[in-house]
């Protein structure tokens, strides 16, 4: 007997056995994935974390110890997911047995004898097969599901990809820092998740939405290079991209650098972690597309440039034409969006309907016009007899269209036609089915707005990030006397996109006092409220600060990818419901009287009847 046989649970793991093991009595140990009664021969796969095997009761031509009856009637009648461990000899299996799709496929292993460690009680979602379940049964039983081959891989990925990220970033000069969960609120675009202090009643911690202003104070502390798988914590909505309450991402922070060395470093690292994790081109360079272009030519600053079709501006064309709706809506400062659909003049009138319909039940637009260039190169359609012969063929350039191709418009106020008409256009390559697969396809959005107009508090307000640096330092935030002028500061702030998704947003970071208090004040914060807020930040800044710049990548965007998953709950190992409940761990939950006065809080009626009326 092999003297390895000593563990107490297994000499080998379910995923390692191969021919040339044929012969050995080995210990392996496991769930009961799948069984098979053939007449009076039971076979088991046994999987583990590793991979599977499979246990016969046994085998016609072996001479080793038989199981006795109460034996075989015992492991027969195991439940599925039971945890057992088995003693037994390798075999080879017999040509026509042979399973190709696992390691293992070539032998078997004949028991001598087992032992049940756990026994499983009815599943209320199968483990060995693909049949989706409702999402809250997944979550409830989210132990159960991260057994399934899919989710476990996923799970086994990020781990994966998170050990890569840490080799490349350490290959590149970074140290790992860690900064703290308990922290100060700070207004940073997201509601803050508050943790009252027992310790100083009335008072609240927060849950850091990012790291921001302490990897800065690491960079003021003389660190050149700073990064962090961080933990980040927003109280948002869910969305298919995005877990409601919690998430991780490669924080990163570099002295001395400009944007274009951020781009390369990241670039860099991002082409490395992709081309190491999937088969699947990557398209270098990772173009750089300035913010209001994005908006014009996609409709969007998130843009899947797998997606051929491109909008273009044809507000020029219709403010002379003989069509009054948008002439009228023009001279109202509306714009006219033109979005291509190449190949579609032949197509039925349903086709055209279909997509006038989506446009307006699915996006509120009031309308979408459109026009037909037949292969004869004849115009059709509900408004092409409003423009000229010299109108249509500045259309068709200015549109880059030919022959055969059909184009369609959206006329609205500037940021609501990008908006309709980015939709309109992924609509229109998913019905043609022209979006690029099997890519991926990043780029750089550039040059955000500074400022945003706030509508609900009707004032300027920090469009992205209001630690960052704006172009044209304070000589840019003291010229801009109106509004107009306000919003039309651009800043040093990015993002990284890819097939669509954000991965991350970042900038160069404003290191002067003086530009961060005026870039404060035109938001409407006082000195003396920058000071209360950033005051550690600030005391910062009066010491000698390098010029510095950072971003944070997604690592759930980055692992959803590369696992090709269309939910980000797929790749996290416990994720809250859409509703931000952790159906697993019952929370959020009510706690203790006591807890509360040790705290200091006291409930309002109004969330003692939302208590009431949740039982």
């Not at 039983?141 to 080799?167: G, P, T």
């Not at 003389?222 to 995005?242: L, N, S, T």
């Not at 190992?573 to 929370?587: V, Y």
Request: proline share 5%; aromatic share 10%.
């Amino acid at each position: 007997m092999d003297t390895q046989l000593s563990h107490q649970y297994r000499t080998h793991h379910c995923g390692q056995l191969r021919i040339s093991d044929v012969g050995r009595t080995v210990k392996l140990s496991g769930w009961v994935h799948r069984k098979r009664d053939h007449g009076g021969v039971h076979f088991i796969d046994l999987r583990d974390h590793y991979g599977i095997t499979q246990i016969v009761s046994s085998y016609q031509d072996l001479d080793i110890a038989k199981l006795s009856g109460e034996q075989y009637e015992v492991l027969r009648t195991l439940s599925y997911e039971s945890v057992i461990t088995v003693v037994g000899q390798v075999v080879q299996r017999s040509k026509d047995t042979v399973n190709a799709d696992i390691p293992t496929g070539e032998i078997e292993v004949v028991i001598s004898n087992f032992t049940v460690e756990s026994e499983a009680e009815q599943l209320p979602l199968s483990v060995n097969s693909n049949h989706p379940f409702p999402e809250d049964i997944r979550l409830r039983y989210r132990f159960l599901d991260l057994r399934r081959e899919r989710l476990h891989n996923n799970i086994m990925l990020r781990s994966q990809v998170i050990s890569f990220i840490r080799q490349q970033m350490n290959a590149l000069g970074f140290m790992e820092f860690q900064t703290p969960i308990l922290t100060a609120s700070s207004p940073e675009g997201a509601r803050d998740f508050l943790v009252p202090s027992r310790l100083h009643p009335g008072k609240f911690y927060a849950l850091p939405q990012a790291p921001q202003q302490f990897k800065q104070l690491i960079i003021a502390s003389g660190f050149d290079k700073y990064f962090q798988i961080a933990p980040c914590f927003r109280d948002e909505d869910a969305r298919a991209d995005r877990a409601p309450g919690e998430f991780y991402q490669l924080d990163l922070e570099m002295s001395f650098v400009t944007q274009e060395d951020v781009f390369v470093t990241v670039e860099h690292m991002l082409c490395n972690l992709f081309k190491t994790f999937s088969n699947l081109p990557i398209v270098e360079p990772f173009p750089r597309i300035a913010y209001h272009e994005a908006l014009l030519r996609y409709g969007t600053d998130k843009p899947d440039l797998r997606n051929p079709i491109e909008i273009v501006d044809v507000t020029s064309i219709f403010a002379q034409s003989n069509f009054a709706l948008f002439k009228g809506n023009i001279l109202e400062g509306m714009v006219v969006r033109g979005i291509p659909a190449p190949s579609t003049a032949s197509k039925s009138r349903s086709f055209f309907d279909k997509i006038v319909d989506f446009a307006q039940t699915e996006l509120g637009a009031q309308g979408l016009g459109y026009i037909t260039f037949t292969e004869d190169d004849v115009a059709k359609g509900p408004i092409a007899k409003f423009l000229s012969t010299e109108e249509l063929k500045m259309l068709k350039n200015t549109a880059e269209i030919s022959s055969g191709d059909s184009i369609f418009f959206v006329c609205n106020h500037k940021n609501i036609a990008a908006k309709i008409a980015g939709q309109v256009r992924t609509k229109l390559a998913e019905e043609l089915n022209i979006i690029q697969s099997n890519v991926y396809r990043f780029c750089w959005i550039t040059d955000f707005p500074f400022y945003e107009w706030n509508e609900s508090e009707n004032k300027v307000d920090f469009c992205h990030n209001p630690f960052s640096m704006p172009q044209g330092g304070l000589e840019a935030l003291t010229n801009a006397k109106t509004i107009e002028d306000k919003l039309n500061i651009k800043a040093f702030q990015y993002d990284i996109v890819c097939n669509g998704i954000e991965l991350s947003s970042g900038a160069i970071r404003n290191h002067k006092l003086e530009i961060m208090y005026k870039a404060f004040e035109i938001a409407g914060y006082d000195k003396e409220s920058v000071d209360s807020k950033f005051g550690g930040l600030l005391k910062a800044f009066q010491f000698g600060v390098p010029p510095h710049g950072g971003i944070a990548p997604g690592i759930d965007r980055i692992v959803m990818l590369l696992a090709n998953e269309a939910n980000i709950r797929e790749v996290i190992c416990f994720p809250l419901n859409q509703n931000g409940k952790d159906l697993l761990m019952d929370a959020p939950n009510v706690v203790s009287a006591k807890q509360l006065q040790d705290l200091h809080i006291t409930l309002t009626p109004s969330a003692k009847l939302c208590l009431k009326t949740d039982k």
